[in-house]
């Protein structure tokens, strides 16, 4: 289930093949991720994401708990 700009809910079926992986940025209304350019070989993965930086929710409210979190 993935948010539309206009804030609706949005089905979202797509087949991942094996070796390949389904990319999203982390600004839904402007990050330009699988949702517009496909799958990504993973071979072309050149970095991971090791700290949260800055979280909201939904509701556009700051969540302080997640600022710095290291991720797994």
């Known amino acids: 289930m993935l948010w539309r700009k206009d804030g609706k809910r949005e089905q979202l079926s797509t087949v991942v093949p094996n070796g ?24 072309d993965v050149t970095a991971l994401a090791r700290q949260v930086w800055f979280s909201v ?9 997640r600022t710095g979190t290291l991720l797994d």
């Open 20 to 43: 390949h992986v389904f990319v999203l940025g982390d600004n839904r209304d402007a990050s330009q991720d699988s949702r517009a350019f496909g799958v990504l070989p993973i071979a």
């Open 57 to 65: 929710s939904a509701e556009n409210d700051l969540r302080l708990r």
